[in-house]
């Protein structure tokens, strides 16, 4: 099989996999889950970290076919791009579903702080108030788009690893950033799914729309892949580019809402946890 139809399988699994099982979890989901959902969100992150920081940033430093190392203004450069690439989708997305909810205001935390919030089920409770469900519908059907769009970067993200170990395809970073987006996936999931099913969808439709705004993972990590492949210049801006981009979900995303959910200091632990199985995963 080649590389090509491999990061097909992998970012498919990843992405469409990942947010469908997300939907699904979200369409029978228990609320007492906050736990489990923070440390599995900062293990994640720890993993992810672990990964741009020993692999994608050093090797986007000298990439594979380089003769010199390559600028490190260059590579800043890049990773401030993914970083802000990813931002600006994630603003839009905040903005398009904050606003609805009274409580939301300056002085609440930007990020979610229970699973409520994390899986905006709290927007089936403000529109229970005004009977605008509709509404609730549409918005299910902005974030679908919105992390839609979010999932192309980090598609971006395996196949530029893969780009940077042209020799197999279970060698380097690139399966261990799907297995950890994939996780990373599944609460988005749950994002677009329980807000299209209290406003009228049935389950399966929402699982199967829920599914496919994951698809967009397979377009970013062709593209990714397709750029690495071209020189090594622009290897090195699609590994920066990539890193960037987890920087920000690792930062942005994973760490505060894992701690904000749970304030103690086992997601703290398990971010460490999930550093040090990163750089093992990389390293052996």
């Known amino acids: 099989m080649s590389t090509v139809w491999w990061i097909v399988i992998v970012t498919t699994i990843a992405g469409v996999g990942g947010t469908g099982l997300g939907g699904l979890v979200g369409a029978v989901l228990r609320r007492d889950s906050e736990k489990v959902v923070s440390l599995l969100l900062s293990f994640a992150g720890g993993v992810m970290m672990a990964v741009v920081c020993f692999d994608l940033i050093p090797e986007s430093l000298l990439p594979e076919g380089a003769q010199e190392p390559i600028p490190l203004y260059f590579v800043i450069l890049g990773i401030l791009l993914g970083y802000a690439v990813v931002y600006v989708l994630n603003y839009f997305i905040d903005k398009a579903t904050n606003h609805e909810i009274a409580h939301i205001d300056e002085d609440h935390p930007k990020t979610a702080d229970d699973l409520d919030e994390l899986i905006h089920s709290d927007h089936l409770e403000e529109h229970k108030k005004t009977g605008q469900f509709r509404d609730l519908f549409i918005g299910g059907i902005v974030m679908a788009c919105a992390i ?26 690139g399966l261990i950033l799907a297995i950890v987006i994939g996780l990373h996936n599944i609460p988005e999931g749950m994002a677009v799914s329980v807000p299209l099913i209290t406003g009228g969808m049935s389950k399966t439709k929402a699982i199967i729309v829920t599914a496919a705004s994951g698809a967009p993972t397979i377009i970013g990590a062709l593209v990714g892949y397709g750029l690495g492949l071209l020189s090594p210049i622009w290897l090195a801006l699609s590994l920066s580019f990539a890193s960037g981009a987890m920087l920000y979900v690792v930062f942005g995303e994973l760490i505060p809402e894992s701690i904000l959910m749970w304030r103690s200091k086992l997601p703290a632990f398990c971010l460490r946890v999930g550093t040090v199985v990163g750089l093992i995963l990389v390293k052996v």
């Open 148 to 173: 839609a769009l979010h999932n192309m970067p980090e598609g971006m993200v395996i196949g530029a690893s893969y780009a940077g170990v042209p020799e197999g395809v279970f060698t380097g970073s």
